[in-house]
Structures are given as C-alpha cells and as structure tokens.
C-alpha cells in the first residue's frame, strides 16, 4: 500500500491550500481515510476524516468551519482543502487508510501512512 500526499507549501495568512493523497495497492473504496498533522515540537494531531461511502465527515474543532475533506473514489484520491488558514495550522500533513470502514480519529486505527507534505502559513 502506498499513500502519496502532495499540494502543501508555503501561503500566507487567510489563504487556501488543496492537499490530495493518492491510494494504491488498497481497497480505497471501503477504506476510511483520515488526514492528521504534526508541528515542530508536537504530536501528531488529527484534522479530518471521511467514510468509505464520502457520506460520513468528522473534523477537529480546531479546523471546524475552515477545512474540508473529500474523496473521489475514480482517482483513489482523498483531498483536503484549507481555506482561512492560520500560522498555527503549519505543519507536516500526514494522510492516513484505516481498512475498516468506521470513521475514527485515534491515529492508533490507521494502518497505513504517507510520507507527509509540509504545509506552512506565514503572518
């Protein structure tokens, strides 16, 4: 299984980015997916997940309102568009398949990672 995130870099205050991970080698279609971050120093974090079906979200208060994640099971590709983002929202993205299809947020469910895309909001 192999998971690729991309799309992160470096934007100001107030602006948006689109994060996708592509899947392969997975059955992306009863896989739930989640995306999580980590900031210099911290732990990994959860931000957003999504069900097998794309009917199913969940969100971490802190990105409530702002970001939003979805799935395009044609392209085995889950996205994560930010938009509004903050300083505090910097950090390495991580993507996340979990291969049952409950929506979770504890990281331990997840069974396989990507490599992580660095995202940065300057002030």
């Known amino acids: 299984v192999q998971l690729q995130a991309s799309g992160g870099g470096l934007v100001q205050a107030g602006g948006s980015l689109r994060l996708s991970c592509a899947a392969s080698g997975l059955t992306f279609g009863s896989a739930t997916m989640g995306w999580f971050r980590q900031a210099p120093g911290k732990e990994r974090d959860f931000v957003a997940a999504i069900d097998w079906s794309g009917g199913s979200t969940i969100y971490a208060d802190s990105v409530k309102g702002r970001f939003s994640i979805s799935r395009d099971s044609a392209k085995n590709t889950v996205y994560l568009q930010m938009n509004s983002l903050k300083p505090e929202d910097t950090a390495v993205y991580y993507c996340?398949?979990?291969?049952?299809?409950?929506?979770?947020?504890?990281?331990?469910?997840?069974?396989?990672w990507g490599q992580g895309t660095l995202v940065t909001v300057s002030s």
């Open positions: 996340a398949a979990d291969r049952r299809p409950i929506t979770t947020i504890k990281l331990s469910d997840y069974d396989y």
